[in-house]
Nanobody
Framework: EVQLVESGGGSVQTGGSLNLSCAVS?????MAWFRQAPGKEREGIAA?????????????YYTDSVKGRFVISHDNTKNTIYLHMNNLNLDDTAMYYC?????????????????????????WGQGTQVTVSS
């Protein structure tokens, strides 16, 4: 029943920035951004947990390759999560997907790194392409 739609992808040069958006039909619990580069497996890069009615606070998680460069955020009034990407490099070229677990009682993590397990997520968007060139 949960639907997700990504937007904001495009082509940028190394060192540039992009902001991705994911509009969701029902926003609660853990949501995440994944990406898949050509010839690579899909990988989780960021996640955020927020409960119903929470408009200002959330726990957030990042994989090491984007930590300090990417920021995940949310706006419950718009049922939207965001991924602000800074200082992009060639390794960031990928299709980016939004995903949702779909239950408020399921956390993003129990042990460090749990959020990167794609099997945790029941609902997925169609993806938006990000291409970085030198």
């Amino acid at each position: 029943e949960v639907q997700l739609v990504e937007s904001g992808g495009g082509s940028v040069q190394t060192g540039g920035s992009l902001n991705l958006s994911c509009a969701v039909s029902e926003y609660s619990g853990c949501m995440a951004w994944f990406r898949q580069a050509p010839g690579k497996e899909r990988e989780g890069i960021a996640a955020v947990y927020v409960g119903v009615g929470d408009t200002t606070w959330a726990d957030s998680y990042y994989t090491d390759s984007v930590k300090g460069r990417f920021v995940i955020s949310h706006d419950n009034t718009k049922n939207t999560i965001y991924l602000h990407m800074n200082n992009l490099n060639l390794d960031d070229t990928a299709m980016y997907y939004c995903a949702a677990i779909g239950h408020v009682l399921v956390p993003c993590e129990v042990n460090p790194g749990d959020f990167r397990n794609e099997r945790k997520y029941k609902y997925w968007g169609q993806g938006t392409q990000v291409t970085v060139s030198s």
